[in-house]
């Protein structure tokens, strides 16, 4: 912005300027021509008829006399600048009385014009200040009409790309006239079909996870009957529909609780932490969940105690979901490792807890989509170990909801992913 307002200014001052040196140069001509003007002199009088005849037969240079007006003038006989042979006066004649009593040219000449250069200076002066002038003016309506709704434009969809689906363009911006309004007017219509349809989406899910919670207690308890009745022959069946029915009642719950995550966040409650010691009561049930997997946890570091503002139990969830997934991914015989380290970054503090496994790890285009909602990265796999792509959803949201963010990158070598959670310390 502000280099092209020094174009405009350069380019009026440009053209001001040059109109400047032009009238300067017409103002200097018409200087030179009234000076010039009095230095000319008037024509010479025609010689009289007196002086014409006074001189016939005679020769060049032969004396003469002739009658004037002054009286009787001797001369010689020559051809004056009229080309006229005449008898030409010894002295020269006095200017008649009316031609004398005429406003002498010299009297011009004596008196030199005054030097316009003072008014050269003003000329540049004013010009440059009004180029300036309207460069402002052009500017501020560049600015007031173009520049503020698109940043207002940026504003709003940066908000609803972080999520904020609420907002809006506003009705200063969409009630003009123009381009620029037209594009607000559509964005906010985008927005309110986006906000529509998400909003259908949340309902759904949290209706379907209420209404399938009562026939699942209903299930698990006829479950119990026909397994006291059939006896433990029928048991291996009945076995396999008990985890089925367990597999689908975690799965409603993690619904319920990513609805809530999503809806409810003012409602969550939060206090003062020591997320080291939250991570050592985690890791240690995990652990003992792993072993029998031949699989295991392990705390690299872990400052204590290191205090934060948080639900202990939405980052407990989290952390869990987190373990829970490296411990599924990671290679038969292998620890998934787990630290916890204070570090400085944009002038905050921040509490930094990474999880590293030694699983296949992710590709890279999908970093990012790990943590949406029901988001597989090998459909086949994921249905083989029981995962629905819900936990990392709900470890994501739990952190933002902190203030913090959660990452995932490959590790070093091409084995293991790491998962990094950043949570702001007070």
Same mark, same amino acid.
């Given at each position: 912005?502000?280099?092209?307002? *020094?174009?405009?200014?350069? =380019? ?26 009095? !230095? ?24 003469? #006399? ?125 927005? /309110? @079909? ?21 026939? *699942?207690? @209903? ?58 010691? *939250? ?8 652990? =003992? ?7 295991? /946890?392990?705390?690299?570091?872990? !400052? ?10 939405? *980052?407990? !969830?989290?952390?869990?979901?987190? $373990? ?9 015989? #292998?620890?998934?490792? $787990? ?8 002038? @905050? ?21 790990? =943590? ?34 959660? #990452? ?9 992913? #790491? ?8």
């Amino acid at each position: 912005m502000v280099a092209a307002l *020094l174009r405009i200014a350069v =380019f009026f001052g440009v053209i001001i300027v040059s109109l400047a040196a032009f009238s300067g140069a017409e103002e200097g001509g018409k200087q030179e021509q009234a000076q010039a003007e009095p !230095q000319r002199q008037h024509p010479r009088r025609p010689a009289p008829a007196e002086a014409v005849s006074a001189c016939e037969g005679k020769k060049e240079g032969d004396s003469c #006399t002739f009658k004037s007006p002054h009286g009787m003038l001797d001369g010689q006989c020559m051809a004056g600048l009229e080309n006229i042979f005449a008898c030409r006066p010894n002295r020269r004649l006095p200017e008649p009385t009316e031609t004398t009593a005429k406003p002498q040219p010299a009297a011009v000449k004596q008196t030199a014009p005054a030097s316009p250069s003072w008014r050269y200076a003003v000329l540049v002066i004013a010009c440059v200040v009004s180029a300036l002038a309207a460069a402002l003016f052009v500017w501020f309506v560049f600015f007031r009409y173009v520049i503020m709704p698109l940043r207002r434009l940026r504003r709003v969809t940066e908000q609803l790309a972080e999520g904020n689906l609420s907002a809006r363009v506003g009705e200063g911006l969409v009630s003009r006239g123009g381009e620029v309004a037209e594009l607000g007017r559509d964005v906010d219509r985008m927005a /309110v @079909r986006i906000e529509s349809l998400v909003g259908a989406h949340q309902r759904l899910i949290r209706d379907v996870s209420h209404e399938l919670r009562s026939p *699942l207690s @209903r299930l698990n308890v006829a479950l119990e009957l026909a397994r006291q009745q059939a006896g433990q022959s029928l048991s291996a069946p009945f076995d396999r529909i008990e985890r089925e029915s367990n597999r689908l009642n975690e799965l409603i719950s993690q619904l319920l609780m990513l609805t809530r995550l999503e809806n409810d966040s003012a409602m969550i409650q939060k206090t003062s932490l020591d997320v080291a010691a *939250l991570i050592a009561e985690i890791a240690a049930d995990v652990d =003992f969940e792993a072993r029998n997997t031949g699989r295991s /946890v392990v705390v690299k570091a872990a !400052q204590s105690p290191l205090m934060i503002n948080g639900n202990r139990e939405l *980052l407990r !969830q989290a952390l869990e979901n987190l $373990l829970r997934n490296a411990v599924r991914y990671t290679a038969d015989g #292998t620890a998934v490792e $787990l630290s916890l380290r204070k570090r400085e970054s944009v002038s @905050r503090l921040w509490a930094t807890i990474e999880i590293i496994d030694y699983g296949p790890g992710v590709p890279e285009p999908e970093l990012k989509d790990i =943590f949406r909602p029901f988001y597989r990265v090998n459909e086949a796999h994921e249905r083989q170990s029981g995962g629905a792509g819900v936990g990392l959803a709900i470890a994501d949201r739990a952190v933002l909801l902190h203030g913090g963010r959660l #990452t995932a990158r490959n590790t070093s070598g091409g084995t293991g992913l #790491t998962m990094k959670m950043d949570l702001p310390l007070p």
